[in-house]
């Protein structure tokens, strides 16, 4: 199949396996994993971080930065389409009893600095206490603007607050750019990463930030039931993406774009934006069940039905792309 309706379809290649295979391993709540210390060590480098933490999964990498971050009765300035606090359950209000303030986002993903300056909360026992900004970076796909993200950053800690990026594909900016990650990473105090989406891992994502805030997340993540024992199968799987599957995420772009190119030419469609590995369209109503039945006919699984979005990854090819146009062709040219 050709799967478009995520990133996180992609498999783990022979090679990542070989990779798992021949990790050593050691219980990593008692901190003996060593393929999880270099992955760790790995990664905090990278990120131009103190350290790092791995998780089973970016929700709980998020959930456990907040907690860190936030105390009982503290609040998050986060956006409305932002994983964080849109995608995550509301476990952050669920299990830390942090407050969330959603804030509309603007066209390009970023949350307006006056929307942010308004939502900070006076020092008064009415309010909750603001305590963090969670930004995300790509968002829909969207590279956030750097010169945005040090005055967001700047303006929060103004006020006093901690910054979070919630980075799951900070990997697809750091490439779209040619940005080392480290500089994308500089502004925040904690990023979490995730490689289990483009970068073709099973499962994992990091958190990086300072040795304190890491040390109140190891404890949540414990909380958490992400205490894992021989990870290092998971850390190995992760480790060889970072060496191997980065640079690559650039030809994820490049067919993105030209499925973008491809879709925009069918009568009646309209491209809404095509960012990185991602592009959202609107298709007419009536055709999009069809379109749906007819895209799995020939091997394509799509989205249409709720949001119309594409995410290319590594598992899809340059063939793949134009047997997806063609598909999209055929069906309108019967129309
Ligand atoms: C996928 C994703 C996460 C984490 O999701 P998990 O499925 O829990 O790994 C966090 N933020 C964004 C923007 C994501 O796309």
């Known amino acids: ?23 050593p391993v050691g219980d990593d709540v008692w901190g003996d994993d060593p393929s ?9 480098e990278r990120a131009g971080k103190e350290t790092a933490l791995l998780f089973p999964s970016g929700t709980q990498s998020n959930l456990a930065a907040l ?5 009982r009765g503290d609040e998050v300035i986060a956006g409305q389409q932002a994983h964080t606090y849109k995608y995550e359950g509301g476990g952050a209000a669920v299990l830390g009893g942090i407050q969330p303030q959603p804030l509309e986002h603007a066209i390009d993903g970023s949350l307006p600095l006056e929307k942010i300056r308004a939502a ?3 020092r008064d026992f009415h309010f909750a206490r603001t305590r963090l900004l969670a930004l995300e970076n790509t968002i829909g796909g969207k590279v956030l603007d750097a010169d945005y993200v040090k005055a967001a950053t700047d303006l929060a800690r103004e006020h006093g607050l901690a910054t979070h990026l919630d980075g799951a594909r900070l990997f697809n900016a750091a490439v779209a750019t040619d940005t080392p990650l480290a500089t994308l990473c500089a502004p925040f105090d904690s990023v979490s990463l995730c490689f289990s989406k483009g970068l073709g891992a099973p499962m994992g994502s ?8 890491i040390d109140e997340a190891r404890r949540w993540r414990k909380v958490l039931g992400g205490g894992l024992r021989q990870s290092g199968i998971i850390a190995a799987a992760c480790h060889h993406a970072l060496n191997h ?20 030419a069918l009568p009646g469609v309209e491209v809404n934006s095509v960012a990185t590995n991602m ?21 394509i699984l799509a989205e249409l039905l709720y949001s119309t979005r594409f995410v290319v990854h590594r598992d899809i090819g340059d063939d793949d792309i134009e047997t997806v146009i063609e598909a999209f062709g055929e069906y309108f040219a019967a129309q």
């Open 36 to 44: 999880v210390a270099s992955f760790e060590a790995a990664v905090a």
């Open 245 to 264: 599957h980065v640079a690559s995420l650039a030809e994820d772009h490049r067919r993105a774009a030209r499925l973008a190119q491809g879709i925009a």
């Open 206 to 213: 990091v958190l990086v930030g300072s040795r304190a805030l």
């Open 67 to 71: 907690l860190a971050h936030c105390q």
């Open 120 to 122: 900070i909360k006076p």
């Open 1 to 23: 199949m050709i799967d478009l309706r995520s990133d996180t379809v992609t498999r783990p290649t022979p090679a990542m396996r070989d990779a798992m295979h021949a990790a």
């Open 279 to 299: 592009l959202f369209a609107h298709f007419p109503e009536a055709h999009r069940e069809p379109l749906v039945a007819h895209l799995q006919a020939r091997g």
